[in-house]
């Protein structure tokens, strides 16, 4: 006679379960796995749905996003209608969420102004402010007390933007420093001076120090901003991105918005003071199988080049070694950051490669194919591609991905360069006929620069201005910034109008204290 089988697990499993949960009835024991089970199956399921509406919900934000910025770009003012037409907000707060914030926010904004006007000193000679006297105003009805309170919380979103005051956000100052009155008073803060002066003499430490001590007032308000601003040059100009890092999220965390991301200033291969070879080229083919000594040889060239063109031909492409998607990553971000002519012969194989090795929610390819993709993404100029590869890279590996960044190269696929002219960059016009670099000032220039611009002449341009190149400008000093005054006062008598483009804002409020701003234009950079 064959015994019944014992119930899975034996007795003395149960006899442990019994241990662990004694308020469970003996009979009930066996039934806990599948409680379990259930449980964890549902739990499960709730996170895949909530994952599933928070990237649908993303997306449509990005998409939003790109319309608005696109939109600014263009100098179109947004339709009033536009976000609540979409759906965007509906999906991602509750209906009176914003409107409350708003109503918050107009408060804040009070509360500030009326704090900076306590710290304001009147004028010599300026009356003090004089206040009627306090009347008790007459009983309001209720119903209209409502219908006022309704008519400032349904204020759309976009004038509320609108109407918020310079200092919550980086302001978009006019640097042109030309005649403008407005320039001139840009430039004109004691603390800002000081510090450019500094960082001109080279203590770089006190530079931060007078820096630092703007940026952190108790008030914030336009001259901090600026101050911050300057203060992010500083580290990049002195290569410091460690002490960038930190000091970014101390912004953000006072500001309550992203800092601006890293970039480096004077590039190591770029630092001769020079115009640029007209008309070379650089032409590099990938081999089939690209390794990390390739990347490196091509980034060696590269150091070297001073022409106009880079060529990039992917035609061979079949698989890059895993230790070399870290330096061609690089390599294609420094050449973004550039001001060069930039083209590629089948690009869409290494398109192919990439999506491959990046697909959402998969962590078995290395975090550095992603980072390889969004560089090529930005090298090719396609910023809304780039947000979704972005959001995809943010989801698969649960961190904030890399923000986009301006470029400043020329692209075009040379597949089809006969039917289509390279793009202007990210971030300008495309402006026929417009003025294109001249000469180039690059890394720390110092001593007499009087050799160097001499060399450059009066190029007759038709009444267009002759642009100076001062992106990878790192420092002037003293008797060189006297060398450019006296050739921009030069180009000026002879009738040729002159623009310094690019300069970190150290740099250009040095170049105002001495002048430069009476004989030329000087435009700094707006990341």
Not at 3 to 12: F, R, T, V
Not at 96 to 107: C, D, F, N, V, Y
Request: net charge negative; hydrophobic share 45%.
């Amino acid at each position: 006679m064959a015994q019944d089988a014992p119930p899975p697990g034996g007795l003395l499993s149960k006899v442990v379960k019994f241990v662990r949960n004694p308020t469970v009835n003996w009979s009930e024991l066996d039934q806990l796995d599948e409680r379990d089970s259930q449980y964890n199956k549902h739990v499960l399921k709730e996170m895949i749905e909530r994952k599933r509406a928070n990237d649908f919900v993303r997306k449509r934000e990005f998409d939003q996003l790109r319309k608005l910025r696109q939109r600014t770009a263009l100098g179109v003012p947004p339709a009033p209608a536009a976000l609540d037409d979409s759906g965007f907000f509906d999906s991602s707060q509750p209906a009176g969420a914003g409107h409350r914030e708003g109503t918050l926010k107009k408060i804040d904004e009070i509360e500030a102004q009326m704090a900076r006007q306590q710290w304001q000193h009147p004028r010599d000679g300026a009356a003090a402010p004089q206040f009627s006297p306090t009347v008790n105003a007459a009983p309001q009805p209720a119903e209209d007390r409502v219908t006022d309170f309704a008519a400032t919380d349904i204020q759309p979103r976009e004038a509320m933007l609108a109407d918020a005051p310079a200092e919550d956000m980086l302001p978009d100052v006019d640097w042109s420093l030309g005649a403008s009155a407005q320039g001139g008073d840009v430039m004109a803060d004691p603390g800002l001076e000081e510090a450019a002066i500094r960082f001109a003499n080279g203590d770089d430490a006190g530079c931060e120090a007078a820096l630092l001590a703007l940026a952190e007032a108790q008030t914030p308000g336009p001259v901090a901003l600026r101050a911050w601003a300057a203060l992010f040059d500083l580290y990049r100009a002195t290569a410091q991105q460690g002490r960038f890092d930190a000091m970014a999220i101390d912004f953000s965390v006072r500001h309550h918005r992203p800092a601006p991301g890293w970039f480096p200033i004077g590039m190591p291969d770029r630092a001769a003071t020079g115009p640029a070879a007209p008309g070379a080229e650089l032409a590099w083919v990938s081999p089939a199988l690209l390794e990390a000594a390739q990347v490196s040889a091509l980034a060696v060239q590269l150091a070297g080049f001073r022409g106009e063109t880079v060529q990039l031909d992917w035609t061979a492409l079949d698989a890059v070694q895993p230790l070399a998607l870290g330096p061609l990553a690089d390599l294609l971000s420094q050449l973004a950051s550039l001001p060069l002519r930039v083209s590629a012969r089948a690009g869409v194989r290494l398109d192919q490669l990439l999506r491959h090795h990046t697909v959402s929610g998969q962590r078995t390819q290395a975090a550095a194919w992603w980072r390889l993709r969004l560089a090529w993404l930005r090298l090719t100029q396609r910023p809304e591609e780039f947000d979704l590869v972005a959001l995809d890279y943010c989801i698969t590996y649960e961190v904030a991905p890399p923000p986009w960044e301006d470029v400043r190269c020329s692209w075009v696929a040379a597949d089809a360069a006969g039917a289509q002219a390279g793009r202007a960059p990210s971030g300008q016009a495309a402006a026929p006929g417009g003025p294109a670099p001249a000469v180039r000032l690059a890394g720390v220039v110092a001593g007499d620069a009087a050799g160097a611009l001499a060399s450059i002449g009066v190029q007759p341009s038709g009444g267009m201005p002759l642009v100076v190149d001062c992106a990878q400008l790192v420092r002037i000093d003293f008797a060189a910034a006297g060398s450019v005054l006296n050739w921009a006062a030069a180009q000026q008598a002879a009738g040729q109008q002159l623009e310094f483009h690019g300069l970190h804002r150290l740099v250009a409020i040095f170049l105002h204290v001495i002048g430069l701003s009476d004989h030329a234009k000087i435009l700094p950079h707006d990341r």
